[in-house]
């Protein structure tokens, strides 16, 4: 999307955070069938970012269609890990993980994962 991208037409590097973003509260929403509103609004907990790397293997353009996905590589008591990548067909344009950790949004303290949710994490684990 334009939105995305440089005067070069090529995706702007921080754009690739934001996507890493979108698809990890997606996978909230669909996967683990958990809005980000109801984990922060009803159930008054947060999953902040507690580390992140990526790796940029090529470039993305202005008009190209990337898919990004997300797996599972390391679940803790209150800690998840994700590896996500962006694809142009074939070819692996960023790859990287993020590590979420779930937390008590009034102490900012992190807590275990809640069973229900655990479980449906465990889903996703390769």
């Known amino acids: 999307?334009?939105?995305?991208?440089?005067?070069?037409?090529?995706?702007?590097?921080?754009?690739?955070?934001?996507?890493?973003n979108a698809v990890?509260?997606?996978?909230?929403e669909q996967g683990l069938e958990l809005s980000f509103a109801e984990l922060v609004m009803e159930r008054g907990k947060g999953v902040p970012t507690a580390h992140l790397e990526v790796a940029f293997k090529a470039p993305?353009?202005?008009?190209?269609?990337?898919?990004?996905?997300?797996?599972?590589?390391?679940?803790?008591?209150?800690?998840?890990?994700?590896?996500i990548e962006a694809r142009c067909g074939d070819e692996m344009?960023?790859?990287?993980?993020?590590?979420?950790?779930?937390?008590?949004?009034?102490?900012?303290?992190?807590e275990p994962w809640p069973g229900d949710l655990r479980t449906k994490i465990e889903n996703y684990l390769i």
């Open 1 to 20: 999307m334009f939105q995305h991208c440089d005067p070069a037409g090529i995706v702007f590097y921080p754009r690739y955070v934001e996507m890493f």
């Open 24 to 28: 990890v509260e997606r996978w909230f």
């Open 60 to 83: 993305s353009r202005l008009g190209e269609v990337l898919d990004l996905s997300l797996v599972v590589t390391k679940l803790g008591a209150s800690s998840v890990t994700c590896a």
């Open 93 to 110: 344009r960023i790859g990287g993980t993020v590590t979420l950790v779930h937390i008590d949004g009034a102490r900012m303290k992190s």
